[in-house]
């Protein structure tokens, strides 16, 4: 199995940027596909981004589109997921989350979860 541990976010200026950082460790992190997902007070975990194994393709929601952009760095075993553009909507705890197998936008496909980050964003 593997551990993922998320660093970054906090509080952040509408128009403004954050990095969040998930890094891993266990089991070879070139086998998972990784995804972000997050969760606002009240709402449920929903889908934010993804990269597959190599981080030759990515998938996004449509509300980040544009803004968001996900990247793997398999020698340091860590998941980025760079955020620009930040709206007080993009308020939640943002999560990393590891599955092997096909492309998936569904939270309850990734076996493994980081312990989640909170990205505050103020207007």
């Known amino acids: 199995q593997v551990q993922l541990v998320e660093s970054g976010g906090g509080l952040v200026q509408a128009g403004g940027s954050s990095r969040l950082s998930c890094a891993a460790s266990g089991r070879t992190f070139s086998r998972y596909r990784m995804g972000w997902f997050r969760q606002a007070p009240g709402k449920e975990r929903e889908f934010v981004a993804a990269i597959n194994q190599f981080g030759g393709s990515t998938y996004y929601a449509e509300s980040v589109k544009g803004r968001f952009t996900i990247s793997r760095d398999n020698g340091k075993n860590t998941v980025y997921l760079q955020m620009n553009s930040l709206n007080p909507e993009d308020t939640a705890v943002y999560y990393c989350?590891?599955?092997?197998?096909?492309?998936?936008?569904?939270?309850?496909?990734?076996?493994?979860w980081g312990q989640g980050s909170q990205v505050t964003v103020s207007s």
């Open positions: 989350a590891a599955r092997e197998g096909l492309h998936s936008t569904r939270a309850q496909d990734y076996a493994y």
